[in-house]
C-alpha cells in the first residue's frame, strides 16, 4: 500500500474538523453571513488546523508543531514541522478571492517545505472551477515545474456561505 502523503492525510481530518466546529452549537450564527463575518470564520479555521495536528499527534507520538504567523511577518499562515526540524507543510488560509493568486504564489516559492496547501474562497460571481484553472493558468505560464500546491476552494458570498467542509473542492496544482 502507498504511504499518503501528509498534506492529504492533513485535508482529509482537517475536514472533519471543520464540520465539527460548524456543527457545535456553542458557535452561533455560522449559517448567516451577516453575523458570522470573515475573522470569526479566520478564528474557526485557525481551531481546525490546531485540532487537525493535534489528532495527527495522537497517532504520531507528539512528531508535529504548529508554527503560527506572527503578526503578518512570517513565510505564511502555518509551517507545520516534524520533529521541530523540518517543515513537513505550509498553509495559507485566504478570504479574500483576488489575493488566492498572490497566496499561491508565495507558497511556490516557499523552498524549505515538503508540501504546501491553499484554501481560499470565491464569492458569488466566481465558480470554484474558474479559480482553479485560473490557478492552472498561472502556473502554466510562469512554467512551474516541480512545485505544486493543493488547493482547497469553497463558495463564500453573499448567496451561498461556507458552513461545512463539503463546500471544499480541492487539487492538486
Known amino acids: 500500500m502507498e504511504k499518503t502523503l501528509f498534506a492529504e492525510r492533513f485535508i482529509r481530518i482537517f475536514k472533519r474538523k471543520v ?3 460548524y456543527s457545535n452549537c456553542l458557535i452561533g450564527g455560522v449559517k448567516e453571513p451577516d453575523t458570522l463575518g470573515y475573522h470569526e470564520h479566520t478564528f474557526l479555521i485557525n481551531v481546525a488546523v490546531y485540532m487537525t495536528i493535534k489528532e495527527i499527534n495522537k497517532k504520531s507520538h507528539n512528531k508535529y508543531s504548529i508554527v503560527p ?3 503578518g511577518r512570517s513565510p505564511t499562515d502555518f509551517m507545520i514541522r516534524k520533529n521541530d526540524k523540518d517543515f513537513k507543510l505550509s498553509i495559507e ?3 479574500a478571492e483576488h489575493r488566492i493568486i498572490k497566496n499561491y504564489e508565495k507558497l511556490i516559492k516557499k523552498k524549505d517545505t515538503k508540501e504546501r496547501l ?3 474562497y470565491v464569492g458569488d460571481k466566481t ?3 474558474d479559480k482553479i484553472d485560473e490557478l492552472k493558468r498561472y502556473k502554466k505560464k ?3 515545474v516541480n512545485k505544486h500546491v493543493y488547493v ?3 463558495k463564500k458570498g453573499n448567496k451561498e456561505f461556507f458552513y461545512n467542509s ?3 473542492r480541492h487539487e492538486l496544482i
Open 152 to 154: 482547497m476552494i469553497a
Open 127 to 129: 465558480s470554484i472551477e
Open 19 to 21: 464540520d465539527r466546529l
Open 118 to 120: 491553499l484554501i481560499g
Open 166 to 168: 463539503h463546500g471544499y
Open 93 to 95: 488560509h485566504e478570504n
Open 142 to 144: 510562469h512554467k512551474i
Open 69 to 71: 504567523e506572527h503578526g
